[in-house]
């Protein structure tokens, strides 16, 4: 079992950042992906991008690709989304998910952390 935990969102002004934080427990991640995933209101949820723990190769969707940067701390089992110039489309829960290479979905999710984004 993984146990993930997000943290680091809130109210940021249109054109700012912020960086949030997945931390991860319960077991090694030398075989995950970690993604990023994002629900607005009224919306289906969303694909952002993926890390592999191994190697560290990432992944990022159009929406994000450039603003949105995906990484790890080995040492502290966190994996982080820094998020930069941000848009108030960018508004929604984010959260963190994992899953092993042999899952072919992901099977592990934090809780969520609100982003407002305000123009």
């Known amino acids: 079992q993984v146990q993930l935990v997000e943290s680091g969102g809130g109210l940021v002004q249109a054109g700012g950042s912020l960086r949030l934080s997945c931390a991860a427990s319960?077991?090694?991640?030398?075989?995950?992906?970690m993604g990023w995933f994002r629900q607005g209101v009224g919306k289906e949820r969303e694909f952002l991008g993926r890390?592999?723990?191994?190697?560290?190769?990432?992944y990022y969707t159009d929406a994000v690709k450039g603003r949105f940067t995906i990484s790890c701390d080995y040492a502290k089992n966190t994996v982080y989304l820094q998020m930069t110039s941000l848009k108030p489309e960018d508004t929604a829960v984010y959260y963190c998910?994992?899953?092993?290479?042999?899952?072919?979905?992901?099977?592990?999710w934090g809780q969520g952390t609100q982003v407002t984004v305000s123009s």
């Open positions: 890390i592999r723990w191994s190697g560290g190769s990432t």
């Open positions: 998910a994992a899953k092993t290479s042999q899952s072919s979905g992901y099977r592990y």
């Open positions: 319960g077991r090694a991640f030398s075989t995950y992906s």
